[in-house]
């Protein structure tokens, strides 16, 4: 353990912990505002896998990471609408129907992948951006100021969510829908639309956390997402449901999995006990979600349709 105790290691571990912890926190934003509005999307993980997919193919197909970010970001809001359909029109429970979008997703990105692909080929991502002036601190300037957009990207949004829901008249109509709908609409607000605005977002930001995830790591595969797309609802729980919690949240399972890599990396753990570290992000969730249901309550109409009709 003591070659892992380093400075270097130490700082790259962080630093990795950093980037790895994009996609949770893109996912979890974008979740916190859908489940704000009262709707639930177990559907985070097919969605994040069709925004790998695209990203990778589109990137693989005209040499530019822009070009395949743009590319999950049309199949996030078409995912966006499909959901909407599903659970505002033909009012179909939420829960099974994210379940259905997750199958969707594994399997359709699956079959697309063997029919355009076939074998895994690199692609080029979008490359490091040095801030300057901060990312030539010795060791912080590393740790956090030597990323590719994506990640500053992220980052910029906590605070930007935390505005929106807290100080905006939109952001005010999310939390009065996801709380009392029925109070809500006799006061003017569209419960579907606002429902509506929220599940393109928050289906966007999850199809861009795929995105980052196939563009960072510069391949794409079956079932790339390994369950991020399921720690990402977790940690809305974990945040209760604020976006700087998410961020923590998001840094802590990013940190695991860099500490479990960089573990792997030096030969410290081998073998059988190799696998069960690489559980760990899988047990801390499940720790997690124990711990923080008893102490936060989620929005009061989360998961609850609403007809005006009734």
Same mark, same amino acid.
């Given at each position: $353990?003591?070659?892992?105790?380093?400075?270097?290691?130490?700082?790259?571990?962080?630093?990795? #912990?950093?980037?790895?912890?994009? &996609?949770?926190?893109?996912?979890?934003? #974008?979740?916190?505002?859908?489940?704000?509005?009262?709707?639930?999307?177990? =559907?985070?993980?097919?969605?994040?896998?069709?925004?790998?997919?695209?990203?990778?193919?589109?990137?693989?197909?005209?040499?530019?990471?822009?070009?395949?970010?743009? =590319?999950?970001?049309?199949?996030?809001?078409? /995912?966006?609408?499909?959901?909407?359909?599903? !659970?505002?029109?033909?009012?179909?429970?939420?829960?099974?129907?994210?379940?259905? /979008?997750?199958?969707?997703?594994?399997?359709? !990105?699956?079959?697309?992948?063997?029919?355009?692909?076939?074998? &895994?080929?690199?692609?080029?991502?979008?490359?490091?951006?040095?801030?300057? +002036?901060?990312?030539?601190?010795?060791?912080? =300037?590393?740790?956090?100021?030597?990323?590719?957009?994506?990640?500053?990207?992220?980052?910029?949004?906590?605070?930007?969510?935390?505005?929106?829901?807290?100080?905006?008249?939109?952001?005010?109509?999310?939390?009065?829908?996801?709380?009392? &709908?029925?109070?809500?609409?006799?006061?003017?607000?569209?419960?579907? $639309?606002?429902?509506?605005?929220? $599940?393109?977002?928050?289906?966007?930001?999850?199809?861009?956390?795929?995105?980052?995830?196939?563009?960072?790591?510069?391949?794409?595969?079956?079932?790339?997402?390994?369950?991020?797309?399921?720690?990402?609802?977790?940690?809305?729980?974990?945040?209760?449901?604020?976006?700087?919690?998410? $961020?923590?949240?998001?840094?802590?399972?990013?940190?695991?999995?860099? !500490?479990?890599?960089?573990?792997?990396?030096?030969?410290?753990?081998? =073998?059988?006990?190799?696998?069960?570290?690489? /559980?760990?992000?899988?047990? +801390?969730?499940?720790?997690?979600?124990?711990?923080?249901?008893?102490?936060?309550?989620?929005?009061?109409?989360? !998961?609850?349709?609403?007809?005006?009709?009734?």
């Amino acid at each position: $353990m003591g070659d892992f105790f380093t400075v270097s290691v130490l700082v790259a571990t962080l630093a990795s #912990g950093i980037r790895l912890g994009t &996609p949770f926190l893109l996912a979890g934003l #974008g979740e916190t505002i859908g489940q704000r509005s009262g709707v639930l999307n177990l =559907g985070v993980e097919g969605v994040m896998l069709l925004g790998a997919f695209s990203a990778y193919y589109v990137t693989l197909e005209t040499g530019s990471a822009v070009y395949g970010i743009f =590319g999950a970001i049309v199949v996030g809001l078409i /995912m966006g609408l499909v959901y909407a359909f599903i !659970t505002l029109v033909m009012h179909a429970q939420q829960g099974i129907s994210g379940i259905g /979008m997750y199958l969707f997703g594994l399997g359709f !990105t699956d079959l697309l992948f063997q029919k355009n692909v076939g074998t &895994p080929k690199p692609i080029r991502g979008l490359g490091e951006v040095n801030i300057p +002036l901060l990312s030539d601190i010795p060791k912080v =300037g590393e740790i956090f100021f030597q990323h590719s957009l994506p990640v500053y990207f992220a980052f910029a949004l906590v605070p930007l969510v935390w505005f929106m829901i807290n100080k905006t008249t939109f952001g005010l109509n999310i939390r009065a829908v996801g709380e009392t &709908p029925e109070a809500a609409d006799t006061l003017g607000v569209s419960v579907n $639309m606002t429902r509506l605005a929220t $599940m393109l977002i928050g289906s966007t930001m999850a199809s861009l956390a795929g995105a980052a995830l196939a563009l960072e790591v510069g391949i794409f595969q079956q079932n790339l997402t390994s369950g991020q797309g399921f720690i990402a609802i977790a940690l809305v729980y974990f945040g209760a449901w604020r976006s700087y919690g998410v $961020m923590l949240g998001a840094l802590l399972f990013g940190i695991v999995q860099a !500490t479990v890599l960089q573990l792997k990396t030096l030969g410290i753990v081998e =073998g059988a006990n190799s696998s069960l570290l690489a /559980m760990a992000p899988a047990v +801390l969730t499940i720790v997690v979600l124990v711990i923080v249901s008893r102490r936060v309550a989620a929005p009061g109409a989360l !998961t609850r349709p609403f007809d005006r009709s009734a």
